[in-house]
């Protein structure tokens, strides 16, 4: 789970579903990354709290802010990202992961339903819930095999529609259009 450390950003979220699923899967671990602004530092305690409490201490980890170029070897080596946003805009976070050949677990929050073809990219869960998160990446945990087919329908994805490419040629059409109209 990469991104701010906050509530709107649904890292409890994240929390509350490793520490449910890593007690059945010894073989994995969760990554959280992210900054915590003054005024979250509560919350951020409160997660730590929950996951001490669950004897995750050294599974569940909280790296904090890394500098920029730290963070695409982190993408790098995840079967499974995470987007647990209760609200966001477009969620950047998620063409990061694509891009890296992560099987993706998203809230429905902004673009995510735009970004991750639901069954073939990864799954799309509500904002908020815990349960479905759990009940979702706890599927990928179960099939690696599967996670990775989506981590690659996924890079397959990004790269054909989100990419700068993709981008450049959907705005010359839109001025091929124009321009088409204007003679």
Not at 6 to 23: E, I, N, S, W
Request: proline fraction near 4%; include cysteine; charge should be neutral.
């Amino acid at each position: 789970c990469f991104g701010r450390v906050r509530h709107q950003k649904g890292t409890d979220v994240f929390v509350d579903a490793m520490c449910r699923l890593l007690p059945e899967h010894p073989d994995f671990c969760a990554v959280i990354i992210g900054n915590v602004t003054a005024d979250q530092r509560a919350f951020n305690e409160g997660l730590k709290k929950r996951v001490e409490a669950a004897g995750l201490s050294d599974r569940i980890r909280f790296l904090g802010e890394l500098p920029i170029a730290d963070v695409p070897p982190w993408y790098q080596r995840i079967l499974i990202y995470a987007f647990t946003s209760r609200n966001e805009g477009f969620g950047l976070t998620l063409l990061e992961a694509m891009s890296s050949g992560a099987a993706l677990v998203a809230a429905r929050a902004g673009a995510a339903d735009k970004v991750v073809a639901d069954g073939e990219t990864g799954f799309l869960v509500p904002p908020g819930d815990a349960t479905a998160m759990a009940d979702a990446i706890g599927r990928l945990m179960r099939d690696p095999a599967h996670a990775l087919e989506m981590g690659s329908k996924g890079r397959e994805r990004v790269v054909s529609q989100f990419s700068i490419e993709a981008e450049a040629d959907r705005i010359a059409a839109v001025y091929r259009n124009v321009l088409g109209f204007v003679r």
